[in-house]
């Protein structure tokens, strides 16, 4: 035996053919038919996947298929996901099964009604799970291609409609082998970042195959895990998908998802103007009250009570006036014609009168004679008549 | 997040904060002072809530997730 050769034990090389083959396939996803399956009495499944050209091995493990949604048969086209294992006891490989999914519009028409029946039955699509989407959003999570119509489509409605928004793209496949499990990573991490107050998850139309990905329960779950609501914008008006059920809110599209997530700007607007409007007119109004009330109260009775009093006070002031005149008048008229009768009563005893009554007044010098007794004999006197005087000697 | 807070400053703040004042000035239950206050705060709000929208142009930008667990955010090419 050359010795430069190096001998290694079966044991050895199946290790390393073990190794090799594991690392290299940790996941793939194999097309193919199935033959020869078995369910064993374990729970775990055992077929063949062959198409024209090869076979291979597959085991899929009870937990796992449990959550089958149809039961294989020989025949039937399917994509396994799963990784490549190697049984040294019996130097085989094979295809780990994680997921298996029908390929044919039949087996997947199945499917989705089984799942659909499935999460339903769980209360995943009950209206009570659904959220309410925010109002005014600032900041959407989209989940789709980098590359697809749906982003051009969604791009074009928030800018028109509402462009203050900020768009936070997770690029994904949206089919093909993968594409669920990269859309339910893009859910789950949005959900870590956060910072976003919606998210679509969506894709433009096509076949059910395209969409299936949309169908898959690992995508239905972790939109139902979302804590952020969630908007599902599947292909055109009558595709519904399995996430259609379990979104907060189904779009038909793309476009009607973007529609559905933002307000109408220019709506908004006119709001914002209305509300100015209103406001003025309320405060146009109020300060039109006020000044109705101060108006009235500057001509209430309270108010004007001192203005009247003063008024009152002139009134009796004039009528006081008045009244004094009159009395004065009065007072004069009454005097007058006391000072006039007194005035009669004072000519009516003047000397002059008296004398005419046939009195005569006696004088002896400048002195009037009262008593006989004043007069000698002999006394010169004079006597006045009303007529005149005469000179007199007393006997 | 469905419980997420309304935060101020924001959008929906505003204009959530507007819709009060124009209630509150509707109502007419304000004295002319708080009134006149009120007006001015609403009048600002409604500015600043024009402003933002007339934002023209949409903000995209895609958000990955490092191998390190720290996000990412980056301008995003297109057009």
């Known amino acids: ?395 | 997040m469905g419980t997420k807070k309304v935060q101020r400053g924001s959008f929906e703040h505003s204009l959530k904060r507007l819709e009060e004042i124009v209630e509150s000035l509707e109502e007419g239950k304000a004295s002319l002072d708080e009134a006149v206050g009120l007006y001015e705060e609403g009048i600002q709000l409604s500015k600043e809530c024009a402003e933002k929208l007339k934002a023209t142009e949409l903000k995209i930008r895609k958000l990955a997730k490092s191998a390190g667990g720290d996000f990412e955010v980056t301008d995003l090419d297109q057009e």
């Open chain 1, 1 to 395: 035996m050359p010795t430069e050769k190096q001998v290694i034990s079966v044991t050895d090389i199946t290790r390393q053919i073990k190794m090799s083959l594991e690392q290299r396939f940790p996941r793939v996803w194999i097309q193919g038919e199935i033959s020869n399956f078995k369910q064993h009495t374990s729970g775990h499944l055992y077929f063949t996947l062959k198409d024209e050209g090869a076979q291979i091995s597959a085991t899929m493990w009870r937990s796992r298929a449990a959550g089958l949604l149809f039961t294989p048969e020989d025949g039937m086209k399917v994509i396994a996901r799963g990784g490549i294992t190697v049984y040294p006891p019996r130097g085989s490989y094979q295809v780990d099964v994680e997921q298996l999914t029908p390929v044919g519009i039949g087996e997947l028409q199945l499917a989705f009604e089984r799942l659909k029946q499935k999460l339903a039955a769980e209360g995943l699509f009950d209206e009570g799970r659904k959220r309410p989407l925010p109002s005014f959003p600032e900041r959407i999570g989209i989940i789709t291609s980098e590359t697809g119509a749906a982003l051009q489509d969604m791009r074009t409605v928030l800018s028109r409609r509402f462009p203050c928004v900020t768009v936070l793209l997770m690029p994904v496949r949206v089919q093909g082998a993968g594409a669920s499990d990269e859309i339910a990573q893009a859910l789950k991490e949005l959900n870590q970042y956060r910072n976003v107050d919606v998210i679509i998850v969506g894709r433009g139309g096509g076949s059910l195959e395209d969409l299936w990905a949309f169908n898959e329960e690992v995508v239905a779950r972790a939109i139902a895990a979302s804590e952020i609501p969630v908007v599902s914008a599947v292909g055109h008006e009558i595709d519904f998908t399995i996430a259609d059920f379990v979104a907060d809110l189904r779009a038909p599209t793309p476009s009607a998802a973007a529609e559905l997530v933002v307000p109408d700007r220019l709506e908004l607007l006119e709001v914002i103007r209305n509300n100015e409007y209103t406001m003025r007119q309320a405060l146009a109004q109020m300060i039109t009250a006020k000044r109705e009330r101060v108006r009235s109260l500057v001509s209430s009775y309270a108010l004007n009570r001192p203005r009247d009093l003063i008024r009152e006070f002139v009134q009796r002031i004039d009528e006081l006036q008045r009244s004094i005149g009159t009395n004065f008048a009065h007072r004069y008229e009454r005097m007058a014609q006391d000072v006039e009768s007194l005035g009669k009563r004072l000519i009516a005893v003047s000397p002059g009168n008296i004398l005419k009554r046939g009195y005569a007044i006696v004088r002896k010098g400048d002195a009037i004679v009262t008593h006989a007794k004043e007069l000698r004999p002999k006394d010169e006197t004079v006597i006045e008549f009303q007529d005149g005087k005469v000179e007199t000697q007393v006997k």
